[in-house]
């Protein structure tokens, strides 16, 4: 597959992504009037307590064994590295920008931050490392199968209502009157789509060569993805939670996710291109 090809075949999910957002910028627009401030706000509460904790905690739990746990060891290991690089580079942007305190916490969360629940996460991973549970949860013949599909049914919504939100808090944004240095939005962009990626093939390469991970070109892949993706969009779920930052990070996003696109679709194709044989 030549780099074009890559390239469209990564612009893909990202059409995808940008389709849904605008729906959602429409329906929270003067025109709809739908999905205003309030219903953005209970819309929240349903993705962050009942739609992301059934879509994590069955993804889990259906493809995660025992085996699979040793070869996937590497991920959190690798999450967490880009966490930490992220958070190395945001506090040098607050340095370099002498950004207000208020916002600090928010562009340490930009740079950093990953769409990850900790605790369902574990959930996910007990239920598909023990095989008495995995069995009666999951498959044609589980006893409790019906309990695993209706968590699956609802998990189901947990993508489309976040990028739902993120259209409407997005429009937000190109209204808000918050405000945040250009040099901090530039900063935040800078990390997440320029020196993250460019750190990321080293560490995962470094650990393919001390055969810490293995050989397979969609882990790698994967492993390489997550150092070239947006902010988390548990963040504006956050902010919207607590009511604290809102505006400030609905700028954000608006410049971080309209230039994802791009930035998304031209890293996703480089790495398969760099893994291709």
Known sequence: MGLL????????????????????????????????????????????????????ATYLAKTITMESLGELWFMPVNILLSSILGLFFGWILIKVTRAPAKLKGLILGCCSAVNLLGWLQIVGLILGATPLLKKSLIGANAPLRALQESAE????????????????????????????????????VAVRYVLLPLLGPAVVKGAAHLRLIQPDPLYQFILLLQYAVPPAMNIGTMTQLFGVGESECAVIFVWAYALASAAVTAWSAFFLWTLSP
């Open 153 to 188: 049914l609802i998990g189901g919504a947990a993508v489309p209502a976040v990028t739902l939100i993120m259209g409407g808090n997005l429009l937000k944004g190109v209204r808000g009157k918050a405000s945040v240095q250009p040099s901090v939005i530039a900063g935040i």
């Open 5 to 56: 090809e890559l390239f469209v075949t990564a612009c893909v999910p990202v059409l995808n992504m940008l389709l849904v957002t605008g729906v959602g910028s429409f329906l929270a627009s003067d025109f709809a009037s739908i999905l205003t401030k309030e219903a953005r706000k209970h819309l929240n509460n349903l993705v962050f307590y009942v739609f992301n904790p059934s879509l994590i």
